[in-house]
């Protein structure tokens, strides 16, 4: 148990729908990460927070993505009008800050077909 | 070309070889990190270091920074010790790590 909570684990979509899935992270870590990761791949950059302020997006975050963390503690990721290539392992990341340990969540699965 | 290039893409050993796994970077970093993933999904931090070596259990990691290289050592490998063994960098100025591929390890009895 590395204590970085997601949910749900796997999500199952047709085309077209939104999905949002949710990270709780270490209670007393201020970053929070969020990552995508395909088959065979490493997990790929999407965004990073510290506490609630959005610092960091990548260009793989389209406008169809958006990424809360409302009160500086759990963020949810939003994907909306889902396409096929959306699928993939969504994984959530928290630390204390530069230095410290990363903790990873077991990933959320989604599948678009 | 990818920043991180791990190498190799797929090792199998017996129980109780030595393994290396390597990575190969090109950009600056503040930090290199060897993580862990087992089957269905999750990660786990073995090592963050920039710079010399670190030791825990019968994993070892080391860097050289001039080289922008770190090798991952298992002693005494164990079936226990498959999964995929990631690379990922954190460079300065930014807070994402950027990762390589993955070494798929398999140890068999």
């Known amino acids: 148990d590395t204590g970085v909570s997601q949910n749900p684990r796997h999500k199952i979509t047709k085309r077209g729908q939104n999905v949002t899935f949710r990270c709780d992270p270490i209670s007393e870590h201020n970053r929070l990460y969020w990552y995508r990761q395909t088959l065979g791949q490493g997990p790929e950059f999407l965004t990073y927070?510290?506490?609630?302020?959005?610092?960091?997006k990548s260009r793989l975050l389209s406008d169809r993505f958006s990424a809360e963390r409302p009160k500086g503690s759990f963020s949810t990721l939003e994907i909306q009008r889902t396409e096929q290539g959306d699928s993939a392992m969504y994984l959530c990341?928290?630390?204390?800050?530069?230095?410290?340990?990363?903790?990873f969540g077991e990933g959320s699965w989604l599948t678009v077909v | 070309k990818n920043e991180v290039e791990q190498s190799p893409q797929n090792l199998t050993a017996q129980e109780g070889e030595f393994i290396t796994i390597n990575c190969s970077y090109s950009?600056?970093?503040?930090?290199l990190h060897w993580l862990q993933q087992h089957p269905g999904g999750g990660i786990v931090s073995l090592f963050m270091?920039?710079?010399g070596k670190k030791k825990h259990g019968r994993l070892i990691a080391t860097i050289n920074i001039q080289e922008k290289h770190s090798s991952l050592h298992i002693t005494a490998s164990h079936p226990r010790d498959s999964a995929v063994y990631i690379c990922a960098v954190g460079q300065g100025g930014s807070e994402k790590l950027v990762f390589g591929k993955g070494t798929k390890l398999t140890v068999n009895p």
């Open positions: 990341a928290s630390d204390r800050g530069a230095g410290n340990t990363i903790y």
């Open positions: 950009v600056g970093i503040s930090a």
């Open positions: 270091l920039s710079s």
């Open positions: 927070f510290q506490n609630e302020a959005q610092l960091e």
